[in-house]
């Protein structure tokens, strides 16, 4: 019964290749996002989606481009990956006006060759 | 900008050593300060979320508390299995649900 689930676990792929990262929760909750985690561990905001609309976009370079057919999914497609890009990124959902907690998947480790 | 910064960044204990974990923030009116368990290979998992200077919660060995300024995370006799990373959160009034992290402490409890 995982609340929010990512695939791959894994990623590695050459650079200037382009790859999809998906994420689905089956929480019910009306909020998802994207964070990624450096070598430094810090965890950093990069998008996140209300029923359906943006409503976070944190100078994330526009090869990266959140997708969310419903609520219960949000899936991050990288265009033309850099060796920057290698990280670990993850899926969250919240519920409600946002003093609800973010529920955080397990991560897609991307490596970029 | 909004800033939270932790200390220690790593922190070695003996089973039963009790000790506390810092995070000092710089928000822009706080809405929520938030406390993330994260073990190697996993997802940050929630602990705690306070809301005002003075508040305190408690889970197991684990007891969170809010300043204006700072929290702690105070850990009592802890065992092996509560060795992970802990994180802090902050989220300001008016940003739209952003969490802002720091960078964690690495807690290791020797048997």
């Known amino acids: 019964d995982t609340a929010v689930s990512q695939t791959p676990k894994y990623l590695v792929t050459q650079m200037g290749n382009d790859k999809s990262i998906k994420c689905e929760q089956n929480?019910?909750?009306?909020?998802m996002y994207w964070y990624k985690q450096d070598s430094k561990k810090f965890l950093k905001i990069m998008f996140s989606?209300?029923?359906?609309?943006?409503?976070i976009n944190e100078t994330v370079p526009n090869r990266f481009s959140p997708k969310s057919p419903d609520k219960a999914h949000l899936n991050l497609h990288i265009n033309s990956l850099e060796l920057g890009d290698s990280a670990v990124y993850f899926c969250?959902?919240?519920?409600?006006?946002?003093?609800?907690?973010?529920?955080f998947g397990d991560g897609t480790r991307l490596s970029i060759l | 900008e909004d800033q939270v910064t932790q200390s220690p960044e790593a922190l070695r204990l003996q089973e039963g050593e009790s000790s506390s974990l810092n995070c000092s923030y710089t928000?822009?009116?706080?809405?929520?300060l938030f406390w993330y368990r994260q073990d190697p290979g996993k997802g940050p998992e929630f602990l705690f979320t306070?809301?005002?200077a003075g508040e305190e919660k408690e889970k197991e060995r684990l007891k969170a508390t809010l300043t204006k300024k700072e929290s702690f995370l105070h850990i009592t006799a802890p065992k092996p299995e509560d060795s992970a990373t802990y994180l802090c959160?902050?989220?300001?009034?008016?940003?739209?649900?952003?969490?802002?992290f720091g960078s964690g402490t690495q807690l290791t409890v020797l048997p």
């Open positions: 306070l809301y005002s």
């Open positions: 969250a959902s919240s519920q409600g006006d946002g003093y609800q907690p973010q529920h």
């Open positions: 929480l019910g909750h009306d909020t």
């Open positions: 928000v822009s009116g706080l809405r929520g």
């Open positions: 989606y209300n029923n359906k609309e943006l409503i």
């Open positions: 959160a902050v989220q300001a009034r008016g940003s739209a649900r952003q969490l802002t």
